[in-house]
């Protein structure tokens, strides 16, 4: 059986651990700790601005990747992403993902504005704001850092195609699974799990709706039974009720999380979270062995592949040092920097920032490569984040890059075996 | 009064990004509503800790399980930071002789040991256990092992050879712990048997206690005692290049790493040799096997499918889960990973009164999927984890060394 090592347990790493246990390898996971995931709101963006709102990402991908021969698209935009979201679809079917790429969905953030994105799970897309809506935005007493009155507010103004409007109205109930505390949203979707609770939220939604309205919830409608508790909760306050993503904890992307990596335990993966990634053995191109830190000591795990999937700056996967120096800390990877040079930042928080492009380069079967464009081991793929030329969270293309690397790093591992 | 913080634990509290990661996985806050989770009494509330006292109390009710610290992205050392603070506000407060009694398995076992029928009987009485929980604070349902007559190392004197002997066969050294040597004596002789099967001469010295729970009680300089005394009676055997195999998650956890980064002994010569020369038995076993070694040939067929719980300390290793590895090498056995964090006990937590009915609480996703498998017993690798899971659901649970030991027909 071929051993894989993945590296990372972000989106990137789960798809790719999954894909290669569903084709038959040996495969274990080490993350430092758990990725992205939980703190993303379990959209998948494939491409939202390009720098306007884009609508039809399939179709814009084309143009602007021939624009781009070194963002991560160029290697991935058509057949890769299209397989990788085919599949995605397939193994994400309890949460039910809907939409494509023929065309984004515009869902409500918690701070009312219309977010481009291709998929989202079905009580996502139920906000759906293409075409207008009348809606009520009702939060949840208890649960702080969601704010009904100015998601309302925002909506009202929110820039749609066509000139379609929102009418929005907001409002707020007093259900709560801790009463008298404050409440994170993780504890709210533990409890929504159980059908008695959903029974008492419904009761408070029945006598907020009007008939016409979609209500717009923070997304706490359960963990584990989502689906089900979404359609049920609908089905009891008699309305279309539609989740909008709260700040972190994220339960939509710790529903994916959950997905993901049970899906990879039944298909015979293993995940070791907690010990980093500190370095490889190798010869003659190849790698033998990831260097593990655990308790005790530095061990080498031999591996007949391996898989870079540590994130971007955020998660580590990159580092700036004080003298700007960018460096990729787990192997030690030439690393693209900022194009243009320079440090590469913006002056003022919401400016460009071309450093947050920086990551590893690769050839088309996602192998990191060296200045002169060539493998730097003939045995290891890069997904996810770590790989160089995007700015996900400008473009909203973090997980389109995420699925489609890193089912195409599992496909040519299995085909190589 | 200085800082005892070890610096880089609480250094890593400014890698902290509020992500909430940590929060939505303690099985604690979880439970209950009294305590605020991992992010808030850890990073958060010691930036007001510094000198003096900790401005909170709702640090008491971390179970010091471990899980926050293996998922935070960061690297914060959040169990660490709590475990610290917790120690130092108890050494405020003074510490009950209730939790300096639990903190030390010895002394309990070496008074029950040699009289152990009627220890054994007064343990499970109503009356006594409610005594028990009046005067000492030691909750009446919780689970408590069974005294066996004679203790581990009584009976394997003759495996007291000295480091370094030239033998035919390559020798370990099994590090039993407490639990093994007083109370779950079968636990350790079916460790040395499955290892002996492997080929293996199994030294067993003389050891104590590894200190691990004086340190959860917050009993810090005995706790270093007790370490620095255990690592000098097996840090020849490590020198001389033998391994030192555990049946103890949270003891063998002690040595690897928690005695050098809580109890700040980075420094101590004897307990980084052993540290180095550290493995759980399934992290062994599974590494043998890594290498061809395992004698899987002798393994015959187990038909029956076991739920298995991954206890956190184990987690702590970061070597994943080598007892499921070897359990799907036993031909017909089909372990299933209990889909749950904690089974609540965290050592000596789920024994005190006022902390039982959490403790209960965080277990009960553990002990509902193993009550609902209809298995006849449960697996896992801490010893107090499954004292606590055995009693929650009236299933017996044992270490995944048995499974192997049936297997290879040796009982
Ligand atoms: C804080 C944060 C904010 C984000 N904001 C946005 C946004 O605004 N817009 C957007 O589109 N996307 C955003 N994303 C999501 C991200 O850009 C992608 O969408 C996608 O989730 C990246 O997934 P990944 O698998 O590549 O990496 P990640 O999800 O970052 O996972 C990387 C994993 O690798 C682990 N790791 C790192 N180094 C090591 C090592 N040496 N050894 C072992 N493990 C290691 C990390 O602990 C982590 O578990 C954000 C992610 C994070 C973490
Ligand atoms: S997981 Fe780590 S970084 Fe995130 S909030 Fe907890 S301590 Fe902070
Ligand atoms: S050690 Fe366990 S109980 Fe304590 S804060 Fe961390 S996860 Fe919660
Ligand atoms: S008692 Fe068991 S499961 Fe719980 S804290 Fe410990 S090791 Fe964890």
Redesign the pocket.
Known sequence: MTRVAVIGAGLAGLVCALRLAQGGADVTVFSRGTGGLHLTPGMIDVLGYAPERVEAPGETLAGWVAARPEHPYAQLAGAPLEEALDWFRGVAAPLRYGGDLAANMLLPTAAGVARPTAMAPAGMAAGDLRGGRRVVAVGLRALKDFFPAYLADNLRRAALPGGAAVEARHAVATWSPRPGADVQGHYFARALDEPGARAGLAAELRAIVEPGETVLMPAVLGMRASAEAWEDLCERAGAPIAEVPTLPPCIPGMRLNLLLTRALGEAGGRMVVGPEAVGVDGSGGRIDAVRIRDAARVRAVPADHVVLATGGFESGGVELDSYGAVREPALGLPVAGPPGGGRGLGPRHLDEHPLMAAGVRVDDRLRPVDASGAPVWGNLRAAGSIIAGAVPWREKSGEGIAIAAGHRAACTILEDT | MAHPLHDAVRGSLDNCVKCTI?ET?????AATPL?P??KY??PQAERFRGEGPSPDDSLT?????????H?CPQGVK??EI??IAKAEMAAERGIPLRDRLIARPTLAGRLGAPVAPLANRLARNRLVRAAVERAVGVHRRAALPTWAGRTFQSRTRLRRQPPGRPGERPAVVYFHGCAANYYETHTAEMAVRVLEMQGLDVIVPRQGCCGLPLQSNGLYPAARHYVRRLAGSLAPYARAGHDIVSTSTSCGLMLKREAREILDMEDDDDLRAVSGRMYDICEYLALMHERGELRTDLLTPLDMEVPYHAP?QLRGHGVGTPAMDLMRLIPGLRPRQVDA??CGV?GTYGLKREKYDVAMAVGEPVFGQVRESGAELSVCDSETCRWHIAEATGVPSVHPVAMLHRSYGLG
């Open positions: 940590c996985y303690c099985p604690v806050s305590f989770g991992p009494v850890g009710w971390c179970s010091s399980c471990g899980i926050c610290t998922v959040i169990a709590n475990s956190c964090v904690c965290a």
